[in-house]
C-alpha cells in the first residue's frame, strides 16, 4: 500500500514540477491567436471552455490501456507501478503536451502532418496511411471492447430480446457514426461531461475501495521484488513485453492523434500544460489504480496469475468481478458505465481523427455533411471488418503500433526542440528508449521476426543509438532559432 501512495504522490508532483518544466523548455506564447480564432468552422474549429477541452482530451486518450493494459500488466508484478510513474512523468506526459502544442503551432495539423514537417516528405507520407491504419484499427479495439462490458454488466442471456455481444457492438458503432459527421460540439462537447463523471466514479470508487480495505498491494521493498512474477516470465520478459503492454496507461502514441482534435479548440496556448500533460498524468492514475487493485484482489500477484489464467486471461473479466466485488451490484454496475465511458470516448475520436487525417492529405473542406460522410463510409467499412476478427489478435497488434507511433512522434519534437536551441533532451531520452523497447519487441514477438531475446535486445540497443548519432549530426540548431509556424524541416 506504501509504495502505491507513494506512485500517486509522485504523479501528482510529476505534473506541478517537471510539467512546468517542460512548458518552460517549449515556451509558450498566450498572446497567440488559436487555430479555434484564425479557422473557425463551426464544425472541426470550435472555441471551447478549457474544463471542457481537458475532459474531452482525458477522455479521448483513456481507452482500454490504462485499465485492460494495466491489468495485463500486473501479471508482471510491482514492477509495473515502476514503469507507470517514470513512463508518465518522462515519456507520456512530455510526448502527449509537446505534439499537442506542435499541432497547436500547425494550425491543428493532424500529426502525419506536423511529423512531415519536421521529419521529411517520406515520414510524412508514411505515417498519414499508418495513422489512419491505427486509427481504424483502434475504432475497432473501441467496438469490441466496450460491448464485451456492456454485455456483462446486464450479466444476462439476453438472446431474447435479441441484445448480445454483436448487438451491443452495433449500438456502439451507431454512436462513432454520429459522433465521427456531426460538429465536435453537437454529441462530444455536451456528452462527455457525463462520461466524465461516471468514469471518475469508477476512479474514485476503487480508490477508496483499496484504501478503506488496506489492500494488500506487494511493496517494492529492494531488487527482488521487481522480479518478474508473469507465469510465462520466459516468452514475456519485463524488457521489452512489460513496456508494450501496459501501454497507454505510460506512454501511447495514439493520444498524438488525439490532441489536433483539442489543438483546433483551444482559446490560448497557456491552457496546453493542464491539457496535454494534465490529461495523461491523470490516466496514469488510472492506471495505477487499476494495476493495484487488480495485484491485491485475488491476494496477491501470484492469484491474479491463476485466476486470469483460469478465465482465458480475460482482462474484461478481471475488470468486472473487481468492480462488483468491491463496490457491490449497483455500485460496480455504475463502475463498470464509467469503464465503458473509456474506450468509447477513444474510439468514437479515432475515428474522427482519421477522417480529418484523411482530409488534411486530399485537401477536402469538413465544412459540408457530404464531405464528412465520403471520407467516413470507408472508415467506417473497413473498422467494421476488423471487428469480426479476434479481439485478441488485433490488440497484439494495437499494442505495437500504438508505441511505435509514440516513437516516431518523440523523434519529430526532438527534432523540432533542437533546431530552435531548446534542451532537446526532454524528448530524445524517451526517444532512444522508446525505439529500443519497441525494435526488441518486434524482432523478438512470435508475431514479428521471431529472434531470440538476446539477440532482439542487442540489435535493438545498437540500433537506437546509431538513431541518436543520426540525430545529433545531421540536426542542426538555427543560429537564430523562431517559432515560425514555417519553419523548415529537419531532415529533408
Known amino acids: ?221 529492494g531488487f527482488a521484488s521487481l522480479a518478474n512474477a508473469h507465469p510465462a516470465a520466459s516468452t514475456n520478459p519485463i524488457f521489452p513485453a512489460m513496456f508494450i503492454t501496459i501501454a497507454c496507461g505510460a506512454i501511447s502514441g495514439f493520444h498524438a492523434t488525439q490532441s489536433p482534435l483539442m489543438a483546433r479548440c483551444m482559446k490560448s496556448e497557456g491552457i496546453g500544460r493542464p491539457i496535454f500533460y494534465g490529461s495523461m498524468i491523470c490516466e496514469g492514475i488510472i492506471a495505477l489504480i487499476w494495476a493495484a487493485a487488480a495485484m491485491s484482489f485475488w491476494g496477491g500477484v501470484g492469484s491474479l496469475n491463476n485466476e486470469l489464467a483460469a478465465h482465458g486471461n480475460s482482462a474484461a473479466w478481471a475488470v468486472n468481478t473487481i468492480c462488483k466485488g468491491w463496490l457491490g451490484v449497483a455500485g460496480g454496475i455504475l463502475a463498470l458505465i464509467g469503464i465503458v465511458a473509456c474506450p468509447i470516448t477513444s474510439g468514437d475520436t479515432a475515428f474522427r481523427s482519421a477522417r480529418l487525417t484523411v482530409a488534411d492529405l486530399f485537401k477536402l473542406e469538413q465544412k459540408s455533411i457530404r464531405s464528412r460522410m465520403l471520407i467516413s463510409i470507408p472508415l467506417f467499412i473497413a473498422g467494421f471488418v476488423l471487428t469480426q476478427l479476434d479481439f485478441q489478435k488485433i490488440w497484439r497488434y494495437f499494442g505495437w503500433a500504438n508505441q511505435t507511433l509514440a516513437v516516431i512522434t518523440l523523434w519529430t519534437v526532438a527534432v523540432y526542440l533542437k533546431l530552435n536551441g531548446k534542451n532537446h533532451w ?67
Open 1 to 221: 500500500m506504501i509504495t502505491f501512495l507513494i506512485c500517486i504522490v509522485a504523479l501528482v508532483a510529476g505534473y506541478f514540477t517537471y510539467g512546468v518544466f517542460v512548458e518552460r523548455v517549449f515556451g509558450h506564447d498566450s498572446s497567440r491567436k488559436t487555430p479555434a480564432f484564425a479557422k473557425h468552422d463551426g464544425v472541426d474549429y470550435v472555441p471551447m471552455a478549457g474544463w471542457r477541452i481537458f475532459m474531452i482530451q482525458f477522455l479521448n486518450i483513456a481507452g482500454l490501456g490504462p485499465i485492460f493494459g494495466a491489468v495485463m500488466g500486473a501479471m508482471f508484478g510491482p514492477a509495473a507501478f515502476i514503469w507507470i510513474v517514470i513512463g508518465c512523468i518522462f515519456a507520456g506526459a512530455v510526448h502527449d503536451y509537446l505534439s499537442g502544442m506542435l499541432s497547436l503551432r500547425h494550425d491543428g495539423a493532424s500529426i502525419s502532418e506536423v511529423i512531415g514537417i519536421y521529419l521529411g516528405r517520406f515520414a510524412k507520407q508514411f505515417m498519414r496511411i499508418f495513422s489512419v491504419l491505427m486509427l481504424v484499427l483502434v475504432g475497432a479495439v473501441f467496438v469490441t471492447g466496450p460491448a464485451d462490458i456492456l454485455n456483462s454488466i446486464v450479466n444476462l442471456n439476453l438472446d431474447l430480446f435479441g441484445l448480445n455481444i454483436k448487438t451491443w457492438g452495433i449500438f456502439v458503432f451507431i454512436y462513432y457514426i454520429l459522433a465521427t459527421i456531426l460538429p465536435i460540439d453537437a454529441i462530444i462537447g455536451r456528452l462527455y461531461p457525463f462520461f466524465g463523471a461516471a468514469l471518475l466514479f469508477m476512479a474514485l470508487g476503487l480508490l477508496i475501495a483499496i484504501v478503506f480495505k488496506w489492500a494488500p498491494i506487494p511493496e517494492i521493498s
Open 426 to 492: 526532454i524528448a530524445t531520452v524517451p526517444a532512444v528508449f522508446m525505439t529500443c523497447v519497441t525494435s526488441a519487441f518486434i524482432l523478438n514477438a512470435k508475431f514479428g521476426f521471431n529472434l531470440p531475446a538476446d539477440i532482439s535486445n542487442a540489435i535493438a540497443v545498437v540500433l537506437s543509438f546509431f538513431l541518436l548519432i543520426v540525430f545529433i549530426l545531421r540536426v542542426k540548431a538555427k543560429s537564430q532559432p523562431q517559432e515560425s509556424d514555417t519553419i523548415s524541416p529537419g531532415l529533408e
